[in-house]
């Protein structure tokens, strides 16, 4: 059986992904209800980390484990990737030893040059390309509050970033309607835009982003290797900040999201995340559940089961 990797969502088909938020809430509610469920027992994930993280970190780490099964966190300080290993010889030593693997790294580059060395499933845990597990996890949150996303209205707010190419993506694989709101210079990658096919419209006034929208959501404006430039942006991303009153302008029904972690007063006013309209907190909560499926999935389809 080939090994399925996870880079970005477009490597599940659309009826995989809505099986997969559908598998999270499952597992969701066996956590919550204690109930035991180890389909991985003595499996074994690394987890590779040229990034911080909290989310991640945890989420992997604590998924896998409740799933029956370990997790390694490797840093390039600990590892000989950190002393220049080229990325392949890692994968192949690696993948031997690993049932799964998880990356959070800068170029996307090194995600697809690791997968394509890996004969064990390979997980993209953000690049500075692409976010897909966050957006399973935003796509689960939704679907928990308001049901399918087809056909609704998705409003992106600031930097045209990692998560807003993945929303990109998502607008193809969940059949949304993506409008983005970002300064001039500040656009998501084009080629993700083409991706989408139609389904992304680029805007500069955030009002008209989110009018009427269902969803809106938004990240920081500098991401970890951009804080040399957050003065300049700080100036520049003021209009886009989302507020109460820019929420008033969606529809009556809209949720808010923001990955996190959030700048309170940068782009998000100070009392945005206590704001009933906002998930965030659930969002965060389901990185867990939709990894654990997500895990399920790819190790089970790779026979490692």
């Not at 597990?133 to 209205?153: N, P, V, Y």
């Not at 500040?186 to 993700?192: H, R």
Request: glycine fraction near 6%.
């Amino acid at each position: 059986m080939s090994v399925r990797h996870f880079l970005s969502l477009m490597d599940c088909t659309p009826l995989e992904l809505a099986s997969l938020i559908h598998r999270g809430i499952e597992l969701k509610d066996l956590r919550k209800r204690r109930v035991l469920y180890e389909p991985l027992k003595n499996r074994v994930l690394g987890m590779i980390f040229e990034k911080a993280s909290t989310r991640t970190r945890v989420s992997f780490e604590a998924g896998m484990i409740q799933l029956g099964g370990q997790a390694i966190f490797l840093s390039p300080r600990d590892t000989q990737l950190g002393r220049g290993e080229p990325i392949s010889d890692s994968a192949i030593v690696m993948s031997s030893m690993l049932d799964a693997i998880m990356i959070r790294t800068f170029a996307h580059q090194n995600v697809l040059d690791f997968a394509a060395h890996s004969q064990v499933p390979v997980i993209n845990g953000l690049s500075d390309d692409l976010h897909p597990c966050q957006l399973l996890a935003d796509m689960q949150t939704f679907h928990e509050h308001r049901g399918s996303i087809q056909g609704k209205t998705v409003a992106w707010i600031g930097d045209g970033n990692n998560m807003c190419n993945t929303y990109a993506q998502a607008a193809v694989q969940y059949d949304f309607q993506l409008r983005v709101a970002c300064p001039a210079g500040f656009d998501p990658k084009p080629e993700f835009i083409e991706q989408a096919q139609g389904r992304v419209t680029l805007v500069r006034d955030p009002r008209e982003a989110v009018a009427g929208a269902h969803l809106v959501s938004t990240d920081v404006w500098a991401s970890m290797g951009q804080e040399e430039e957050l003065a300049a942006r700080m100036k520049l991303f003021a209009p886009y900040q989302v507020s109460r009153e820019l929420l008033d302008l969606a529809s009556s029904d809209v949720l808010f999201m923001h990955c996190l972690p959030a700048h309170r007063g940068e782009e998000i006013s100070l009392d945005l995340l206590d704001d009933p309209r906002s998930v965030a907190w659930d969002q965060a909560e389901n990185r867990l559940h939709a990894q654990k499926a997500l895990l399920e999935f790819l190790v089970e389809h790779a026979g490692n089961v």
